[in-house]
């Protein structure tokens, strides 16, 4: 009951053997060539790599790099810093809020 059963596959039907089909023929080499000059293909040779001066520390380029470098800097300090007071405004709001409910829990003792 808890085997398995897979089906069996069915066995092939076909008796012949599978015609094959040779396709139509196509002209692949035009008549002024031979099919010598398509079994060794010419590969252009490339260029030779020109060497690339190294980069120039150029006034512009220190200007850009300080320029974005504080821009970084204040952005990820304004963040943080915005972080820092979400955080504090948060535990101060659940810290009134515990103070109020403690309030309240100890006058309904009192009355009693």
């Known amino acids: ?8 596959a069915p066995l092939p039907t076909a008796t012949s ?11 692949q080499y035009p008549q002024h060539q ?9 590969y ?9 001066s190294p980069a120039l520390l ?11 470098g504080t821009a970084a800097v204040l952005i990820v300090g304004t963040v943080l ?3 820092l007071l979400a955080v ?5 709001a ?3 809020c515990a103070v109020v409910i403690r309030s309240l829990i100890n006058s309904q003792y009192k009355r009693l």
């Open 1 to 8: 009951m808890f085997q398995p059963k897979y089906p069996t």
């Open 17 to 27: 053997p599978a015609s094959v089909v040779t396709p139509t023929a196509i002209d």
């Open 34 to 42: 031979t099919a010598t000059a398509y079994a060794q293909p010419q």
């Open 44 to 52: 252009a040779v490339p260029a030779p790599a020109v060497p690339q």
């Open 58 to 68: 150029t006034p512009g380029r220190v200007g850009t790099a300080v320029v974005g």
């Open 81 to 83: 810093v915005s972080l």
């Open 88 to 92: 504090a405004v948060t535990a101060a």
């Open 94 to 96: 659940v810290a009134v």
